[in-house]
Nanobody, 122 residues
Protein backbone atom coordinates (compact mmCIF):
# COMPACT_ATOMS: atom_id res chain seq x y z
CA UNK A 1 0.00 0.00 0.00
CA UNK A 2 1.29 3.45 -0.96
CA UNK A 3 -0.16 6.81 0.04
CA UNK A 4 0.77 9.81 -2.12
CA UNK A 5 0.58 13.55 -1.41
CA UNK A 6 1.38 16.14 -4.07
CA UNK A 7 2.58 19.66 -3.37
CA UNK A 8 4.23 22.56 -5.14
CA UNK A 9 1.45 23.70 -7.41
CA UNK A 10 0.54 27.34 -7.82
CA UNK A 11 -0.05 30.20 -10.23
CA UNK A 12 2.73 31.43 -12.50
CA UNK A 13 3.07 33.48 -15.64
CA UNK A 14 3.96 31.90 -18.94
CA UNK A 15 7.65 31.13 -19.09
CA UNK A 16 7.88 30.52 -15.38
CA UNK A 17 8.80 27.39 -13.46
CA UNK A 18 7.37 25.18 -10.75
CA UNK A 19 8.57 22.02 -9.07
CA UNK A 20 5.96 19.53 -7.98
CA UNK A 21 6.68 17.02 -5.26
CA UNK A 22 5.02 13.70 -4.58
CA UNK A 23 5.65 12.45 -1.06
CA UNK A 24 4.95 8.80 -0.47
CA UNK A 25 4.35 6.73 2.60
CA UNK A 26 4.37 2.98 2.69
CA UNK A 27 6.99 0.32 2.34
CA UNK A 28 6.80 -0.25 -1.39
CA UNK A 29 7.47 3.18 -2.89
CA UNK A 30 11.11 2.43 -3.71
CA UNK A 31 9.97 -0.55 -5.78
CA UNK A 32 7.23 1.33 -7.61
CA UNK A 33 7.22 3.21 -10.86
CA UNK A 34 5.82 6.73 -10.65
CA UNK A 35 3.78 8.63 -13.16
CA UNK A 36 2.68 12.24 -13.32
CA UNK A 37 -0.67 12.92 -14.97
CA UNK A 38 -2.74 16.04 -15.46
CA UNK A 39 -6.37 16.85 -16.05
CA UNK A 40 -7.69 20.13 -17.37
CA UNK A 41 -11.38 21.08 -16.97
CA UNK A 42 -13.53 19.21 -19.45
CA UNK A 43 -10.66 17.00 -20.60
CA UNK A 44 -9.53 13.47 -19.86
CA UNK A 45 -6.65 12.78 -17.53
CA UNK A 46 -3.46 12.54 -19.56
CA UNK A 47 -0.02 11.12 -19.01
CA UNK A 48 2.74 13.70 -18.55
CA UNK A 49 5.85 11.83 -17.40
CA UNK A 50 6.91 8.54 -15.89
CA UNK A 51 9.95 7.15 -14.11
CA UNK A 52 10.98 3.59 -13.31
CA UNK A 53 11.53 2.34 -9.78
CA UNK A 54 15.25 3.13 -9.79
CA UNK A 55 15.11 6.23 -11.99
CA UNK A 56 16.89 4.45 -14.80
CA UNK A 57 14.11 5.01 -17.33
CA UNK A 58 11.93 8.01 -17.96
CA UNK A 59 9.22 8.84 -20.45
CA UNK A 60 7.44 12.08 -21.40
CA UNK A 61 4.50 13.14 -23.47
CA UNK A 62 5.74 15.01 -26.53
CA UNK A 63 4.23 18.32 -25.46
CA UNK A 64 6.49 18.58 -22.39
CA UNK A 65 9.73 17.12 -23.70
CA UNK A 66 12.60 19.50 -23.14
CA UNK A 67 10.60 21.51 -20.60
CA UNK A 68 9.68 19.05 -17.82
CA UNK A 69 11.97 16.70 -15.91
CA UNK A 70 10.82 13.85 -13.72
CA UNK A 71 13.06 12.53 -10.96
CA UNK A 72 12.88 10.65 -7.69
CA UNK A 73 14.74 10.28 -4.42
CA UNK A 74 13.96 6.89 -2.96
CA UNK A 75 15.83 7.74 0.25
CA UNK A 76 13.25 10.48 0.80
CA UNK A 77 10.31 8.53 -0.66
CA UNK A 78 9.65 11.48 -2.94
CA UNK A 79 9.23 12.00 -6.65
CA UNK A 80 9.47 15.33 -8.43
CA UNK A 81 8.33 17.04 -11.59
CA UNK A 82 10.39 20.07 -12.53
CA UNK A 83 8.41 22.21 -14.94
CA UNK A 84 10.15 24.97 -16.88
CA UNK A 85 9.01 27.28 -19.66
CA UNK A 86 5.43 26.81 -18.60
CA UNK A 87 2.66 27.57 -21.05
CA UNK A 88 -1.02 28.40 -20.49
CA UNK A 89 -1.92 25.01 -21.96
CA UNK A 90 -0.07 23.37 -19.05
CA UNK A 91 -2.82 24.59 -16.73
CA UNK A 92 -4.37 21.56 -15.04
CA UNK A 93 -4.71 19.56 -11.86
CA UNK A 94 -1.55 17.47 -11.61
CA UNK A 95 -1.58 14.02 -10.04
CA UNK A 96 1.17 11.62 -9.15
CA UNK A 97 0.55 7.90 -9.26
CA UNK A 98 2.46 4.75 -8.35
CA UNK A 99 2.36 1.31 -9.87
CA UNK A 100 4.36 -1.81 -10.57
CA UNK A 101 5.75 -0.64 -13.89
CA UNK A 102 6.05 2.58 -15.83
CA UNK A 103 3.12 3.16 -18.16
CA UNK A 104 1.26 5.94 -19.93
CA UNK A 105 -2.08 4.38 -18.97
CA UNK A 106 -3.98 5.51 -15.88
CA UNK A 107 -5.30 1.97 -15.36
CA UNK A 108 -1.78 0.69 -14.66
CA UNK A 109 -1.45 2.83 -11.51
CA UNK A 110 -3.45 1.66 -8.49
CA UNK A 111 -2.25 4.42 -6.16
CA UNK A 112 -3.04 8.10 -6.67
CA UNK A 113 -2.64 11.36 -4.84
CA UNK A 114 -5.30 14.05 -4.55
CA UNK A 115 -3.67 16.41 -7.03
CA UNK A 116 -2.13 19.86 -6.98
CA UNK A 117 -3.35 22.74 -9.14
CA UNK A 118 -1.06 24.41 -11.67
CA UNK A 119 -2.30 27.59 -13.33
CA UNK A 120 -0.27 29.36 -16.00
CA UNK A 121 -1.37 32.79 -17.16
CA UNK A 122 -0.41 34.43 -20.42
Amino acid sequence: QVQLVESGGGSVQAGGSLRLSCAASGRTFSNAAVGWFRQAPGKEREFVAGISWNGGSTNYVDSVKGRFTISRDNARDTAYLQMNSLKPEDTALYYCAAGRSMSTMTSRYPYWGQGTQVTVSS
